[in-house]
């Protein structure tokens, strides 16, 4: 087999696939053509749809095939088929007949095998974009330019991790995922009826957090599950170059509108607000209470026993909720009660809310 494909590159180069317009290619990694890709989808050609398109006098050329698509990673795609280019310097090659169609990189000046991609006519991984190349007079049609811009149906998992995650979804995931813990404790309603905009509801809770000039970025309802009721508005907002998610929903009539604003990129290397991330992230399962003490504040107003909440006194705008493996008195009809060597089972994670006091 490599025999073969020695002779198809022999041949290539004779009839002048290979020629003075070849480049030395430099490599891209993987989040490179993951960011760059405007389509990225899982898919083949359809067999007979390969046509080669001649660019001015014919010293160049790229390659049109209709893509049949199983499955979009990235960008929009309201049809399962579309027609992409194979640009200049890539060249799909086959011996005839039942033959595989395989990608060879010919416009490298380093030439060489083995081809960059496996048999077109099954699943790739496909990175497609525009490219205007004024030079070899190429389209600017949607298609791979470079080795790296089709890859093998094994190197998704990799892939997808360069992907671009949607901050909204990740905290309802999150918070999906807690048990509710989430939930637990008091809030600052904001007084207005349930008909208000979301824009009105979004502006004084984040007064009340003295954030004034910020930019909304994206609003819309969302649904956490094991809540009840399970719908909320998320706003994500930008304030500088931070972003913060306000969580709100009506809570009822005399109640007003529940609220909570989240960090949702609060990193450990964030100044002051890291530092209030890793004393948080110290709290661990089977930290007692009394451990957990030493490093947070009781929040105040109303609190339970197995459910707490606790802030940084060093940042006492951000919260977290823990909850406790308590024990229960059965000579006082097993009455719930706390004590210093309770230890934690729950934390959730982090959160901005003015500090409650008695």
């Known amino acids: 087999m490599t025999f073969c494909r020695t002779l198809i590159i022999a041949a290539l180069l004779l009839a ?15 989040a490179e ?41 990235k960008g929009q795609c309201l049809s399962n088929s579309m027609i992409v280019s194979i640009h200049y310097g890539l060249d799909p090659i086959t011996n005839g007949g039942a033959a595989a169609v395989e990608l060879w990189d010919t416009g490298n000046s380093v030439l060489g095998g083995p081809p960059v991609s496996g048999d077109l006519r099954a699943n790739q991984i496909w990175l497609l974009r525009q490219v205007k190349n004024a030079v070899n007079e190429d389209t600017d049609w949607i298609g791979i ?62 007064a009340m957090h003295q954030i004034k000039n910020y930019t909304l ?36 009539t005399g ?15 964030a100044g002051p607000a890291g530092n209030l991330l890793k004393n948080f992230n110290s709290i661990t399962n089977g930290m007692t209470r009394a451990e957990v003490e030493k490093r947070l504040k009781m929040d105040g107003g109303m609190q339970g ?16 909720n823990i909850e406790f493996d308590i024990q229960h008195n059965a000579a006082d009809q097993n009455r719930a009660f706390g004590s210093s060597d309770d230890k934690v089972i729950r934390v959730s994670i982090p959160y901005h809310e003015p500090p409650c006091y008695d």
Not at 46 to 59: E, M
Request: net charge negative.
């Open 217 to 252: 970025l994206n609003l819309r309802t969302v649904h956490i599950r094991g809540s009840v009721p399970d719908a909320y508005t998320a706003a994500l907002i930008r304030t500088g170059p931070s972003e913060n998610i306000v969580l709100f929903n009506f809570a009822g």
């Open 305 to 320: 026993v197995p459910l707490v909440r606790y802030f940084d006194p060093q940042c006492p705008g951000y919260k977290i």
């Open 145 to 206: 330019y470079d080795p790296e811009d089709i890859q093998p149906l094994s190197q998704k998992a990799e892939l997808v991790k360069y992907l671009p995650t949607d901050p909204i979804d990740d905290l309802v995931a999150k918070l999906s995922a807690d048990g509710g813990l989430w939930k637990n404790g008091s809030f600052q309603p904001v007084q207005l009826p349930e008909t208000a905009p979301s824009g009105q509801l979004v502006q004084q809770i984040l």
């Open 255 to 269: 109640l007003g509108w529940w609220n909570r604003v989240y960090d949702p990129v609060l990193s450990p290397d």
């Open 16 to 30: 002048g696939v290979a020629t003075s317009q070849a480049w030395l290619r430099r490599s891209f990694t993987d």
């Open 33 to 73: 053509i993951v960011s760059r890709a405007e389509l990225m989808v899982i898919g083949h050609i359809k067999d007979g749809s390969l046509v080669r398109i001649a660019h001015g006098n014919g010293s160049s050329w790229e390659h049109h095939v209709e893509l049949v698509i199983d499955e979009v990673l």
